[in-house]
């Protein structure tokens, strides 16, 4: 994911911006980490600060300043260490996992012999979405080539290389995302104050509670109600999660398990 953007509408780093007692970068790389199965990668400027990330992300400097997300793209994409990529920004609150998994699904469909695409882009509200994209890492050298020529347009890479289009319908095909983000909301993004204001307005995911079943609104394990000091939790069928800043989305189980069982009298 691109981290480096300047954020000049912003006023200050998206990177670092409040999210329900957590950043905005924590919760965009942890749905990215639930949603893909290789690493999390995230691109910075050089020397940039960034704040606390969860173990096992890697972290790569764009030492290029000034040249947009093809040149971070390029950092990325090398350095991913998988046949493709989901490329994301920094600033969507509201990214599922679902819409992730629905974008990376297109790369495994049926070509009918032919050669599959290169990139996987939605277009939403008739905008092509080029940072919630789906991308082959071995772009990364033709990317790098055009950041070279100064050909800095996400549009100069697509007409070079095979891309599959995802729009409303498309993407709305897969029931689960239908289900958990009818209208999209994974590509929302913060550009200035007010926007970020708006989305802190948003209600928090609801998610399925357990024991007890109750739905609750939360967007990390911290809110959804059970102290970790005495509980793990596991959400859907994952491994044990102790971090209170792991993110939840629309339509999870959370399930908390007592650390010790009560003693027998």
Not at 22 to 29: A, D, E, I, Q
Not at 53 to 71: I, K, N
Not at 114 to 142: C, H, K, N, W
Not at 166 to 189: F, H, K, Y
Request: charged fraction near 20%; aromatic fraction near 6%; glycine fraction near 8%.
């Amino acid at each position: 994911m691109l981290a480096g953007g300047r954020s000049a509408r912003m006023g200050r780093s998206k990177a670092d911006l409040p999210w329900h007692g957590s950043t905005l970068l924590r919760r965009t790389v942890g749905v990215l980490a639930r949603a893909v199965d290789g690493p999390v990668v995230v691109v910075r400027a050089a020397g940039q600060s960034l704040p606390s990330l969860p173990a096992g992300v890697e972290v790569r400097d764009d030492d290029a300043e000034g040249l947009g997300p093809l040149q971070g793209l390029a950092v990325g994409l090398a350095a991913a260490g998988t046949d493709v990529a989901y490329v994301s920004s920094t600033d969507l609150p509201f990214l599922h996992v679902a819409f992730v998994r629905r974008v990376l699904a297109a790369f495994d469909a049926d070509t009918a012999g032919e050669a599959g695409p290169d990139v996987v882009l939605p277009i939403i509200g008739g905008f092509r979405q080029p940072l919630a994209a789906g991308y082959r890492t071995s772009l990364a050298p033709l990317v790098a080539g055009l950041v070279a020529e100064r050909q800095l347009r996400p549009a100069f890479l697509f007409e070079r290389c095979r891309v599959v289009r995802l729009d409303e319908p498309a993407l709305l095909a897969d029931p689960v995302l239908a289900a958990t983000d009818p209208e999209l909301a994974s590509v929302v993004n913060v550009n200035e104050p007010a926007d970020y204001r708006a989305a802190l307005a948003q209600p928090a995911p609801l998610v399925t509670v357990q024991p007890g079943g109750a739905l609750v609104p939360a967007a990390t394990l911290a809110e959804a109600g059970f102290p970790l000091a005495d509980h793990f939790a596991t959400v859907n069928d994952s491994p044990p999660i102790d971090d209170p800043s792991y993110p939840l989305v629309t339509g999870d189980t959370v399930h908390f398990h007592p650390r010790h069982s009560p003693s027998r009298p």
